[in-house]
């Protein structure tokens, strides 16, 4: 291959060739015709050099971007992190009420938290504590049963055991699973709810750093003991 150095206008020729050309989305311009007579094999030898070159350094980009689950095949279940899981068995809220929580519905635990800024009464902290307990304890049983249908699910496709029919059921116990899940968690928002008053919703609100517009005020006869 003959040496290319910086005195030989065969750069400028490729750059006036790739200007009239196709330009490809990915990798460049294309060069339809590598051997040119007129140019001669210097000019011929030159073009292949760059188009191959074009073509490998979009390559590697293309490879450098990988798979967003790259590091997650060693997972003990491939759909759930490790903190997933854990928060899953303990009973966390795991964002399940967030649908309430984000529209002014505080929830037991941070409610809790906050008992001394919000100025709970006796009364509203031994309910509130209530709450808390029955909505834990049916988090865990559920979210232990979340955990083991999606395990489920995992094994299937790791053993290769899995059809249309048995995806189906094993997706199903998931959906029921989860869906039940979340009703505990809102329910424990609505409950926890009728036992504040506005203004202590508005104080929660507040120190949550929630901002106030669109949450509007929870009418009185449904809470404020």
């Known amino acids: 291959m003959p040496h290319i150095h910086p005195g030989d206008d065969f750069v400028a020729a490729i750059l006036e060739h790739c200007g009239t050309h196709q ?3 990915e990798a460049g311009c294309i060069v ?7 140019n001669g094999n210097h000019m011929n030898i030159g073009i292949t050099i760059v188009f191959v070159m074009v073509l490998s350094l979009a390559g590697l980009a293309l490879a450098s971007e990988g798979s967003p689950y790259a590091d997650e095949e060693s997972r003990e279940v491939k759909a759930l992190s490790k903190s997933e899981i854990d928060g899953l068995l303990s009973g966390k809220g795991m964002g399940y009420g967030r649908a309430a929580e984000l529209n002014g519905y505080p929830g037991p635990a941070h409610v809790l938290e906050l008992g001394e800024e919000l100025s709970l009464t006796a009364s509203q902290r031994r309910e509130t504590e209530v709450i808390f ?3 834990e304890a049916a988090a865990k049983a559920l979210g232990t049963e ?13 053993s ?3 059809d249309e029919s048995s995806l189906s059921e094993l997706v199903k116990s998931i959906g029921d699973a989860e869906s039940r899940l979340r009703a505990v968690h809102l329910s424990a928002h609505l409950q926890q709810t009728e036992i504040l008053d506005d203004q202590q919703i508005s104080t929660y609100m507040a120190l949550r750093g929630y901002n106030s517009a669109g949450h509007g005020n929870h009418r009185k006869d449904h809470h404020g003991k």
């Open 23 to 25: 330009i490809h989305p």
């Open 32 to 38: 339809p015709e590598f051997g040119l007579a007129q």
């Open 133 to 135: 307990a029955r909505m």
């Open 146 to 158: 979340l955990v083991a249908a999606e395990s489920a699910l995992d094994q299937a496709f790791r």
């Open 160 to 162: 290769k055991k899995i």
